[in-house]
């Protein structure tokens, strides 16, 4: 009966993934695409759970007794167009960090920082 | 009359997907990417268009079957194209086809990455 | 490179568990511009990833002591697809049994998204402009630098241009047959935000479909061609326009003395009414989305293109700045 | 018959996939995904007919559209320096691997 559950098992792995590139790797845009990923795991939460055995598309027709939930489907079509979005605006953001220090490492980034500020303290 | 449209629509399909098969095949065992382009090539075109044929024959109603046509007609637009453009860069950044120098070696399997 | 597969892969998903509408857009969007827009940024900041130095264990403890209890929390989780789990209860019959006769549109998710939830749409279209706007705010190039280096490079750099030129003659036959089939993309974009009612589609989908095929024009014609053909002020008003249609169906139907984005009262039938509020903001949508997805896209092909001309230039006299910069490249 | 040809299909992709990850230059990877996107227009067509909803087309009809743009696009930022300087190191190591 467990393997009922199956759909989630696959939702937790990809967000796992997600969540390790983004917490492992230094490299921004690495830790963007490890943020897609876990996006989509979300994504693929929802719309699972919105789904019915047996049932059809959403879309009324002749003859379909049963439908899928339309709601989780809403909610993730504006999602996905928002989150290519706001990844366009953090890859925007990357690339001007990689403009002023040089580099996309998030240590290298820290350090220069670091620099900076002590520079100005003393 | 329907029937002999799906036994026409399964022998589509069947070749089609032993086509694509073969061309799955073929981009995994081939050895290098030009080679690897024909089996491309071959499963993109033929494959797809007995596969669409296939399913245009089962077609239900004259919307299913324009837009079956569309997909055909914009595949067999765009795959070759994008297997030319593809192989032109490949060669303008000087990857080398593998030659023939295997067959004195004796024959050996072709080195699979 | 794999951000495409993945994208075409969860459209598969979405397909499979009868999400059609969500499906249209994840493939419109995860298997196209996402990459692009992922290549673009890593061929800008190089490619090459520095070596870890911090071992990952402790992260991979972090990521699989979390995994394990998120797994122990779906054991309460109704099973897959079963028919009687607490999400199908509540306002999900309503929406299919009643929206036929409530808004008169066979595709639920477009009722349910322009009708019922049609506030919560317009908070996603301000989102998607403002995220639009940011990336224009960070990436756009000062005015007067770029005309003074395009007269620089248009004077010194010929032999760059006319490499370009060679490029697009060895694409002749992209070219041709993009010719042929942008007009067809087009098309079928407006078909998709017009028959949203019926089947899947809509604004989010069709504006993604019509930048699609602008992106490709630019990219086989050059960036510059496509600028003069497609003002970028213009493109930014259309955004803006967009935006304001739509809240502008809601304000109307305030005065017809509704509430905000009450579409009943736009006609004197309400199914009427209903179907042009859900035209008139999947318009608002599509134009909203187009725009946006032009101006990120252009934002960053231009950055790029700027960023290249740079370097080359600088290359060869080996300017300080970009001798640092290049040379912290190879030490990554 | 439609069960037989989307396992066909299934199969396919999956040794597309193996290429996309295995291939040793960028172009492999670009025509295996290529051709990933072509197979993924057949399933979704003949997964529409196999649930009854020839809905499902018009995704067919986008994916087979989108997929050409973002091969062409992939190609165009592959003429970037960035990779082709990459490319320059990783020819190299292939040969060592041969």
Redesign the interface.
């Known amino acids: 009966m467990l393997l009922g559950l199956y759909n989630y098992w696959i939702v937790v792995l990809l967000m796992m993934i997600g969540f390790y590139i983004v917490i492992a790797h230094g490299n921004l845009i690495k830790k963007l695409v490890g943020l897609t990923i876990f996006q989509t795991s979300v994504f693929i939460f929802y719309i699972s759970m919105g789904n019915v055995d047996s049932g059809s598309a959403p879309i009324l027709a002749e003859g379909v007794a049963r439908y899928s939930n339309p709601l989780p489907h809403v909610l993730i079509l504006t999602a996905i167009v928002v989150g290519i979005a706001t990844t366009a605006l953090g890859l925007a953001l990357v690339v001007r960090i990689k403009e002023s220090y040089g580099s996309i490492e998030e240590d290298e980034i820290q350090i220069q920082d670091q620099l900076t500020e002590d520079k100005t303290s003393c | 009359m329907s029937l002999i449209l799906e036994i026409g629509s399964g022998l589509c399909l069947l070749l089609g997907s032993f086509i694509c098969l073969s061309g799955g095949v073929g981009i995994l065992r081939f050895p290098d990417f030009y080679t690897r382009i024909h089996a491309v090539g071959v499963t993109d075109t033929l494959g797809a268009g007995l596969i669409l044929t296939g399913l245009m024959l089962i077609s239900p109603d004259g919307l299913v079957l324009l837009k079956l046509i569309m997909i055909l007609l914009f595949t067999l637009f765009i795959n070759p194209t994008a297997s030319h453009a593809l192989a032109k860069a490949a060669l303008r950044n000087n990857l080398k086809p593998v030659l023939d120098d295997s067959s004195d070696k004796g024959g050996d399997k072709p080195s699979k990455l | 490179?794999?951000?495409?597969?993945?994208g075409?892969l969860?459209?598969?998903?979405?397909?499979?568990?009868?999400?059609?509408?969500?499906?249209?857009?994840?493939?419109?969007?995860?298997?196209?511009?996402?990459?692009?827009?992922?290549?673009?940024?890593?061929?800008?900041?190089?490619?090459?990833?520095?070596p870890?130095?911090h071992k990952?264990l402790l992260?991979?403890l972090?990521?699989?002591i979390?995994?394990g209890m998120?797994?122990y929390g779906?054991?309460d989780?109704p099973?897959?697809?079963?028919?009687d789990?607490p999400?199908?209860q509540h306002?999900?019959p309503r929406?299919?049994n009643d929206?036929?006769q409530e808004v008169g549109v066979?595709?639920?998710?477009t009722s349910?998204?322009g009708s019922y939830?049609a506030f919560?749409?317009l908070g996603?279209v301000a989102?998607?402009f403002t995220?639009?706007i940011?990336?224009l705010s960070?990436?756009s190039l000062p005015l007067r630098r770029r005309s003074s280096k395009l007269d620089e490079s248009s004077s010194e750099n010929s032999s760059n241009s006319s490499q370009k030129d060679q490029?697009h003659e060895?694409?002749m036959?992209?070219r041709i047959?993009?010719k042929?089939?942008i007009p067809?993309?087009l098309l079928?974009a407006l078909y998709?935000q017009f028959h949203g009612d019926?089947?899947?589609?809509?604004g989010?989908?069709a504006?993604?479909?019509f930048a699609?095929?602008i992106?490709?024009y630019a990219?086989?014609f050059g960036l510059d061609t496509a600028r003069r053909v497609f003002n970028q002020s213009i493109i930014q008003l259309i955004a803006a326009i967009g935006l304001l249609l739509y809240a502008s169906v809601g304000v109307v139907s305030l005065f017809n003395g509704g509430n905000f984005l009450d579409y009943n009262v736009l006609a004197a039938d309400p199914i009427a009414g209903q179907h042009i509020g859900i035209l008139l903001i999947e318009l608002g949508v599509g134009f909203t989305?187009t725009a946006?997805?032009i101006i990120?896209f252009f934002?960053?092909a231009g950055?790029?293109e700027a960023q290249?001309q740079a370097?080359e230039r600088n290359s060869p006299e080996l300017n300080v700045t970009q001798a640092?910069?290049t040379e912290?490249k190879g030490g990554? | 018959m439609l069960t037989a040809a989307t396992i066909a299909i299934l199969v396919v992709m999956l040794l597309a996939i193996i290429r996309c990850v295995v291939g040793p230059t960028l172009y492999d990877r670009i025509l295996a995904f290529n051709m990933f996107g072509t197979k993924t227009v057949l399933l979704i067509s003949i997964l529409g007919f196999l649930m009854g909803r020839p809905e499902f087309l018009d995704i067919a009809l986008v994916y087979a559209l989108i997929n050409f743009i973002s091969v062409i696009g992939v190609l165009r930022f592959s003429d970037s320096v960035e990779f082709k300087h990459s490319l320059q190191q990783q020819a190299p190591t292939k040969e060592d691997k041969q």
């Open positions: 490179m794999l951000t495409g597969i993945y075409l969860s459209a598969s998903f979405f397909v499979v568990l009868d999400a059609v509408d969500v499906a249209f857009t994840e493939a419109a969007v995860g298997a196209g511009i996402s990459g692009l827009l992922m290549l673009a940024a890593i061929t800008m900041t190089g490619r090459s990833e520095a870890k130095r990952p992260a991979l972090v990521v699989f979390t995994g998120l797994i779906t054991l989780m099973y897959f697809g079963s028919f789990a999400v199908h306002v999900a929406y299919i929206s036929m066979p595709n639920i998710v349910v998204l939830r919560d749409t996603e989102v998607i995220a639009g940011g990336v960070l990436l490029m060895q694409h036959v992209l047959v993009s042929v089939l067809f993309i079928f998709v019926f089947g899947p589609g809509g989010f989908q504006g993604v479909i699609a095929a992106i490709l990219m086989l989305v946006v997805m990120i934002n960053f950055r790029r290249q370097t640092n910069s912290q990554e």
